[in-house]
C-alpha cells in the first residue's frame, strides 16, 4: 500500500460510513483544493460535508501514511487551513498514531484523531483464529437421481452342460459364431443395459440369447467352451442422492481503524466490508 491508496481508503471508510448519516464526499486527493480567506488554496486529502437540514457543515480529512507517529505540527497546520478555508472541522487519520503532545492539541483545536491501520500479529492475541466475520450463509441443495442398470445373473446354456467356471468375465469374453465370425459378449451385454433403461426400476426383466454351434473362448486362459446362448437377468436400479449442504462465506480482516476521540473501533475487512465493533 502506498499513501495514494491510503487516501483512497479512507475516504471509501468516510464514504460507507457516512452514507446512512447524509454525510457525502465533496472531493479527495491532489485535485480537491479549497480558497482560503488570505487567498491561498489549500489542497485536502478528503473533504466530507453534511446538512442538519438547515446548515451545511464540512470536515476536512488529512491523511498522513508516515512510519512514525504524527507530532503537534501537523494538528497545528490542519486547524490553520479548517480556519482560513473556513471549514468546520478537521481530522487527522494516520497509520502509527500520534504523540501525547498531538493529541492534547487536537483536543483543544477539537481536531479529530485517527488511526487506521493494517491489523498485524498483535491483533489475534486471544483469538483462536484470524480476525474475521461471516459475509453470507445459506444452503445448497442439490437433487440427483442415479439410474443404472444391473446385470443380476448370467445363465450359459452350454453343450453337453459342459461347466462354465464360476469366475465368469464378461470383458474377457467372445464369442465365435457358427460362420466364423468373432463377438465380443460385452456386445450383448452392453444392448442388454440399454435395454433395462426403459424398464419399470426394481422390476426383474429375462433375455435370451440362442447362437447355435458357437463357442465361447476365454480371450486370457484361451479356454474354448461350446454354447447354444445363453440368458441375462437384470434391473434397472434407481437411488436418490438428494443433499443439503451448508455454506458460510468467510471475509477475513485486514485493517483496523480507531477513533481516538469518539472512542470507536472499526473492522475493515478485504471485501471492503466496515464493521463497527462492540
Keep these: 500500500m502506498d499513501w495514494k491508496e491510503y487516501e483512497a481508503i479512507t475516504k471509501y471508510i468516510y464514504e460507507?460510513?457516512?452514507r446512512e448519516r447524509g454525510v457525502k464526499i465533496v472531493g479527495y486527493g491532489s485535485k480537491c483544493k479549497v480558497p482560503g480567506k488570505s487567498g491561498t488554496t489549500?489542497?485536502?486529502?478528503v473533504l466530507t460535508s453534511h446538512s442538519d437540514g438547515i446548515h451545511e457543515y464540512q470536515t476536512a480529512i488529512e491523511c498522513k501514511y508516515c512510519n512514525q507517529k504524527i507530532n503537534k505540527e501537523v494538528i497545528m497546520k490542519v486547524a490553520g487551513i479548517i480556519k482560513d478555508a473556513g471549514i468546520n472541522k478537521g481530522v487527522v487519520v494516520s497509520k502509527l498514531g500520534f504523540t501525547k503532545d498531538c493529541i492534547s492539541v487536537a483536543k483543544y483545536e477539537n481536531i479529530g484523531l485517527v488511526e487506521l491501520r493494517k491489523i498485524e500479529k498483535q491483533?489475534?492475541?486471544?483469538?483462536?483464529?484470524k480476525p474475521s466475520f461471516p459475509i453470507m450463509s445459506g444452503l445448497i441443495k442439490t437433487f440427483a437421481v442415479r439410474r443404472r442398470p444391473l446385470i443380476t445373473n448370467i445363465k450359459i446354456d452350454a453343450v453337453d452342460n459342459i461347466p462354465i467356471p464360476e469366475k465368469f468375465n464378461a470383458n474377457q469374453m467372445v464369442l465365435k459364431l457358427s460362420d466364423g465370425k468373432v463377438i465380443d459378449l460385452n456386445?450383448?451385454?452392453?444392448a442388454f443395459k440399454n435395454e433395462l433403461h426403459d424398464q419399470e426400476p426394481q422390476k426383474e426383466i429375462k433375455k435370451s440369447y440362442e447362437f447355435k454351434?458357437?463357442?465361447?473362448i476365454n480371450r486370457i486362459t484361451k479356454a474354448e467352451t461350446p454354447i447354444n446362448g445363453f440368458t441375462l437377468t437384470g434391473m434397472l436400479t434407481v437411488k436418490n442422492f438428494d443433499q443439503t449442504r451448508k455454506f458460510e462465506?468467510?471475509?477475513?480482516?485486514?485493517?483496523i481503524m480507531k477513533s481516538l476521540f469518539e472512542k470507536k473501533s472499526f473492522s475493515i475487512s478485504e471485501w471492503g466490508v466496515i464493521k463497527e465493533e462492540e
Design 16 to 18: 460507507t460510513l457516512g
Design 42 to 45: 489549500h489542497q485536502i486529502d
Design 213 to 216: 454351434d458357437s463357442i465361447l
Design 123 to 129: 491483533d489475534w492475541k486471544g483469538q483462536s483464529t
Design 187 to 190: 456386445k450383448y451385454f452392453d
Design 249 to 255: 462465506i468467510v471475509d477475513k480482516v485486514f485493517m
